[in-house]
């Protein structure tokens, strides 16, 4: 015990402490290193005061863009784990747990449905924290059931990509869930819904070439990449310096590849009017569907479902002809 110890009163000891400051207090921003106080950032949705997107998951999506930040989970059917036994430096199941715990979710994607600026939408959002977003088994899955609930309770479909492409894990099963999905979207115009894809940091590799491309209208995040190979991998193979701002989403607008690039703030006002639009009158009278309703939580219950809701074609000959999309019924 010090003299200081022996001078300084009870009160006053406690407030010459030292206090450790939380480590997530400040966040820099990305784009131009400037210290960000966190609850001004979460109150922004993660969008810094210089426009930059930062990478969000799948709860802060779910409580943005669905009314009242309530929705209703829709539960996603479980696949094999390890079909391929496939290890690298480490074992693949290994790899799972480990993003298990670290997220909290069984993979990638997660659905629910509810109303978007007051239009009733199944919502599907990749968590790119999870593996990268790859598109796995389960992925392609998860992918399909939101198309069939879409189908099912008559109203469109909305998935926010992100992704680093296919799940090289699962090999060439990672690989079929692309004419998967893209099949389970032709289901979605047979039944004359709309499919609208909202593309954000990043959207790469077999993502971009299976759904995240095939959307009735496409968005894009500010600053989000998009595109299939790497810039590298594309310069080494045409010999050429791209140009600045390749694979942006601003440069994909110019080209004709995404219909607009939308702030964040302003996506749900923006999906709301879009699905009021594509979504044919006649179908949205018989769309009524309670939030308050029981969950399909339960394993019987997604059992239930599966039994009774006709799964997508996998391979379906398509020569020259295209299931026309809303818009195309309508210009009609």
């Known amino acids: 015990m010090n003299w200081f110890s022996n001078l300084t009163r009870p009160g006053l000891k406690r407030q010459a402490e030292k206090r450790e400051a939380p480590d997530n207090l400040w966040i820099k921003c990305p784009q131009t290193g400037e210290l960000i106080f966190q609850p001004d950032l979460e109150a922004g949705l993660w969008v810094t005061p210089s426009g930059f997107h930062m990478r ?49 979710r069984e993979d990638c994607m997660s659905c629910g449905f509810g109303t978007i600026a007051g239009e009733k939408a199944v919502l599907l959002v990749q968590d790119f924290a999870f593996m990268g977003g790859s598109l796995g088994m389960a992925a392609g899955e998860a992918f399909v059931t939101a198309a069939q609930e879409a189908v099912r309770r008559r109203v469109g479909l909305v998935v926010v990509v992100a992704s680093g492409g296919a799940r090289m894990q699962e090999g060439v099963l990672s690989l079929m869930q692309m004419p998967r999905t ?26 971009t070439a299976s759904y995240a491309m095939l959307g009735d209208v496409q968005l894009a995040e500010p600053g989000a990449v998009i595109g299939f190979a790497g810039p590298r991998v594309i310069e080494s193979t045409i010999r050429q310096k791209l ?25 749900k ?33 997604v059992q239930e479902r599966s039994a009774k809701v006709k799964p997508p074609r996998l391979i379906k000959a398509r020569v020259g002809a295209r299931s026309r999309s809303p818009v195309a019924r309508a210009a009609e």
């Open 56 to 104: 969000i998951g799948p709860e802060l999506r779910f409580k943005h863009l669905f009314d009242d930040a309530h929705w209703q989970p829709i539960a996603l059917p479980d696949v094999p784990k390890d079909p391929l036994r496939f290890r690298d430096d480490k074992r693949y199941v290994d790899r799972l747990k480990g993003y298990r715990a670290k997220t909290h």
């Open 269 to 301: 006002g923006v999906l709301g009017s879009l699905l009021k639009l594509l979504t044919p009158a006649r179908l949205t009278l018989h769309a009524e569907e309670d939030l308050t309703a029981p969950l399909a939580s339960e394993p019987a219950a």
């Open 243 to 267: 140009p600045e701002g390749f694979q942006r989403a601003e440069f994909l607008l110019e080209k004709g590849m995404v219909d607009r690039v939308i702030d964040r703030r302003e996506l």
């Open 182 to 207: 893209t099949l389970a979207i032709d289901e979605l115009h047979e039944a004359g819904l709309p499919y609208l894809a909202v593309l954000t940091d990043p959207t790469t590799g077999g993502v």
